[in-house]
């Protein structure tokens, strides 16, 4: 946790406002990060894309892979990111650094309770899961199906200690190391193609998947020490600040269902496609659209929450309009030249990340159909994930949760 300047009565004083000059070098180091580790998110489907192109284990493997990452974005996702920092902020603004700790201790473990019951929950239910999700595969592609998804099952675990780090982190002003952890997970899987994958086939490349979202825990530790936080443990859902995080994360819940519910409507109906590839079509051309965007959306809006949230607990209403508006007209400056780039040469970029081995011709173009019409989306996901920030700093999760109904 940051060392912030402390008042008289021990609370801590408001941060002093980022200069222009000092967030973009900060937005450009994070997207920088970003795009490593976002690149080699692709390079990491590349290499099941040649091993295993769009047959069975690659469909089974990216099932398995989603069910889990579903289950916990409709749960606790962006509930966490959205809730948990202006609850946090607030107390390093009124209470102090070591009620702020308290908190944090509390949120915690709370967050790694819940989680630890969904990944139990997910272990024992995996072939339900499965019917859920791809009701249209064929008993084989359906077992060993379960069977990875009861290996991977517990990343949602690692997943919900790993946000609630890096809500803390960036609280207190380090964004680099957040940034840094999906490379750090992508370079395990990575290492495991390159040098296990003949050995231990499908099911060790489960285990390295969730060994690399374990290293997302472990990897920020020595962060959050540098930063003065300590962990406390304390279970207690009636405490003040979990109860204003509850109070603002089921809207922020509720709203984010949107994605994690269209992703499952996809992989569902998909399963009946191209005998199943359809499945492995859609994760392909979702992730390469994420990856594209989110390397300058995701970047821009982790910098400025924080920011965001420290001027709303301050009063400061004419810092947010002015950091909402230099941050929107700065994202649609990238993004729409960029949709329209990705929907110009879909196929091309399919082909030039995917193509060789066992992915051909034919999984291009269907890959590349997909892609372009999810590229249609673009505008509105920036869009959608700037507003919301400023909605959520102000810890308003009821105007979102509209938004996301309708």
């Keep these: 946790m940051s060392q912030e300047p402390q008042s008289r009565d021990g609370r801590a004083e408001a941060m002093e406002p980022q200069s222009h000059d000092s967030q973009v070098k900060t937005i450009s180091f994070v997207m920088i990060i970003t795009l490593i580790g976002k690149l080699l998110g692709l ?3 590349r290499l099941l894309a040649v091993t295993y192109g769009t047959g069975m284990y690659a469909n089974a493997f990216s099932t398995a892979s989603r069910i889990p990452r579903v289950f916990f974005d409709v749960l606790f996702a962006s509930a966490i990111a959205a809730s948990f920092i202006p609850v946090y902020s607030e107390y390093q603004k009124k209470k102090g650094n ?3 700790q308290k908190f944090a201790g509390n949120f915690i473990t709370v967050i790694g309770a819940l989680t630890l019951i969904l990944s139990v929950a997910g272990i024992l239910f995996a072939d339900q899961m499965v019917t859920l999700f791809a009701p249209e595969y064929d008993a084989e592609t359906a077992s060993l199906c379960a069977a990875l998804t009861r290996i991977v099952f517990p990343t949602a675990f690692f997943t919900g200690i790993a946000y609630s780090f890096v809500g803390i982190l960036q609280a207190s002003g380090e964004f680099n190391v957040p ?39 472990f990897v920020q530790i020595p962060s959050l020490r540098k930063k003065g936080f300590s962990y406390r443990p304390s279970l207690s859902f009636r405490s003040e600040g979990i109860k204003k995080v509850m109070k603002l994360m089921v809207p922020v819940m509720v709203s984010t269902w949107v994605q994690p ?13 191209h005998g199943g590839s359809g499945v492995t079509v859609i ?30 607990a301050s009063g400061d209403e004419r810092g947010i309009a002015e950091t909402v508006r230099t941050t929107t007209h700065s994202s649609l400056f990238f993004i729409i030249p960029m949709m329209l780039g990705m929907m110009a040469l879909s196929y091309p970029l399919i082909d030039l990340i995917y193509g060789g081995g066992q992915f051909g011709a034919e999984d291009a173009a269907l890959t590349a159909r997909a ?36």
């Design 179 to 217: 940034a840094l952890i999906s490379a750090i997970s992508n370079v395990i899987i990575i290492v495991y193609y390159i040098f296990f994958s003949d050995r231990f086939g499908i099911y060790g490349l489960a285990v390295a998947f969730l060994l690399g979202w374990a290293m997302q825990v």
């Design 98 to 100: 070591q009620e702020a």
């Design 261 to 273: 519910i269209v992703l499952m409507i996809n992989s569902r109906y998909a399963s009946g496609l």
């Design 283 to 312: 994760d392909y051309s979702t992730n390469l659209y994420l990856t594209i965007a989110g390397v300058f959306i995701l970047s821009i809006t982790n910098v400025i929450f924080p920011r965001l949230s420290q001027l709303s």
């Design 43 to 45: 390079y990491r489907d």
């Design 371 to 406: 892609m372009f019409f999810t590229s249609l989306g673009m505008v509105g996901y920036a869009l959608q994930n700037i507003l919301c920030r400023v909605y959520y700093a102000r810890q308003d999760g009821r105007t979102p949760l509209i938004a996301g109904a309708v």
